[in-house]
């Protein structure tokens, strides 16, 4: 393959690809060459041998090289004063010998790895949750300040974040894809794109409209849950379906309805069991409850930084698994089944402790020989396998009911029934005094 010449601040650079300590990566639209102490991205022009023969590769490429000649320039002047981002991003345009854009010279970054990388099992345990949760409080930072410059990323995805684990710093590349003015981002992930701006008729994910601020933060959730648990929030474990000759929903579909590793259908235990990925039961309630409203109900915005810097990873001194709750899931888990009969000498009557909290539990019923219940700690209203049922307003007016696996609970004159399974019922009911009247069997 014969090399190219890049013209950078009036020198000439000859770009040999068979010399690997000159090319140092090669992607599907340009390939990067270690030039001097910098990295070049040249663009692959129309007349690159890999698109010999195909029209459509060839067409696009003429189409993505005339955009960047206009773009590059506009990119790398909104780009002159960007503060509080670490991003790679044009330090001086390249152009051919007959001055058309060509790429463009950036920084150099070494002894970094991708996002992706965090997730293999002998990274990860050099890496703890505390330094991924600090550099995605820097990624936040990031996307505050990109967007605040009226940048949008656009296509985010684990490969267009480097991370320097010796300064613990990430960096946002591939930034000539990012969309801002009248440039769009063209290009998306299927993985990360926001489902939301995606073909709604389709099971499976294909972008329809354009990136925004929102979309962008919809990444950051996938990301942060992603690299936090070593799972995909909405394609990671399997869907089972509970009733017989339910077909299972493939990934693609699950990104699309939102069945996410929170759905009472999807199982996650042997990606646990066998130390591929961690369960999101160590995660806060307040997290998790964040979650399942981004992923599940499409609630969209800016990552919430509070949850951020509240987020604390400790080791259970019983068992050593990483948590950042309270108390120990795994443990808490363990002491409820090992609970043992209490007996009470009041006649016949034994008494068997099954649940403690530091709340209040406000409805309870037996189903099958098993308890069924609900009860309130830190402002949720949660359910005995320890899943947020809702926020709910706590006084003395709201009553509370058991339906299965669903939560009832009602004020006022409106009842709600939540299920994780279904949207979220309300129906109108009568109330006495200011306090609603409802009933259920706990089954329905």
């Not at 190219?4 to 000859?14: D, L, R």
């Not at 009226?150 to 930034?175: S, V």
Request: glycine share 8%; net charge positive.
């Amino acid at each position: 393959m014969k090399g190219q010449v890049a013209v950078i601040g009036g020198k000439q650079y000859t770009l040999n690809p068979l010399d690997p300590a000159q090319l140092i990566a090669i992607g599907g639209e340009a390939e990067i060459y270690k030039i001097e102490n910098h990295a070049l991205k040249w663009f692959k022009a129309p007349d690159h041998p890999e698109f010999e023969g195909d029209k459509e590769k060839i067409a696009l490429a003429t189409k993505r090289i005339a955009e960047l000649a206009q773009k590059l320039p506009d990119l790398h002047a909104i780009c002159g004063g960007l503060t509080g981002v670490n991003a790679v991003l044009p330090i001086e345009l390249a152009y051919t010998p007959g001055r058309k854009v060509g790429g463009y010279l950036m920084e150099f970054l070494d002894n970094c790895v991708n996002l992706r990388q965090l997730k293999t099992p002998a990274l990860r345990k050099k890496v703890p949750h505390e330094i991924v949760t600090e550099l995605f409080r820097k990624i936040h930072e990031g996307y505050r300040a990109l967007h605040a410059a009226g940048i949008i990323q656009g296509d985010a995805n684990e490969l267009n974040f480097m991370i320097n684990l010796d300064e613990k710093i990430p960096w946002f590349i591939d930034m000539d894809s990012a969309q801002f003015g009248n440039y769009p981002c063209r290009v998306f992930t299927k993985n990360y794109v926001d489902p939301r701006i995606c073909d709604q008729k389709k099971d499976f994910p294909e972008q329809e409209r354009p990136h925004d601020a929102l979309s962008d933060w919809y990444a950051f959730d996938v990301l942060l849950f992603q690299t936090l648990l070593m799972m995909h929030p909405l394609i990671g474990g399997k869907h089972i379906p509970k009733k017989k000759g339910v077909l299972a929903i493939g990934k693609d579909a699950r990104i699309m309805r939102g069945i996410s590793v929170y759905h009472h259908e999807v199982v996650i235990a042997d990606l646990v069991q066998d130390g591929i990925a961690f369960h999101w039961k160590t995660l806060p309630d307040e997290l998790n409850h964040h979650f399942e409203e981004v992923f599940a109900r499409r609630k969209r915005g800016e990552f919430p930084r509070a949850l951020l810097e509240g987020l604390v990873w400790k080791a259970c001194s019983s068992c050593g698994t990483i948590h950042a709750r309270n108390t120990c899931p795994d443990c808490l888990t363990a002491a409820s089944a090992a609970i043992k009969e209490q007996i009470i000498t009041h006649g016949t009557v034994t008494v068997q402790r099954v649940f403690k909290t530091s709340g209040d539990v406000v409805a309870f019923t037996m189903r099958g020989g098993k308890p069924l219940y609900g009860y309130t700690e830190n402002g949720k209203l949660l359910r005995e396998n320890n899943q947020i049922a809702g926020d709910t307003p706590m006084h003395t007016l709201v009553r509370y009911g058991i339906a299965g696996d669903r939560t009832l609970f009602a004020e006022h004159n409106i009842l709600s029934v939540k299920s994780p399974s279904a949207p979220t019922r309300t129906h109108i009911v009568d109330s006495f005094r200011g306090t609603p009247v409802f009933a259920t069997n706990g089954s329905r």
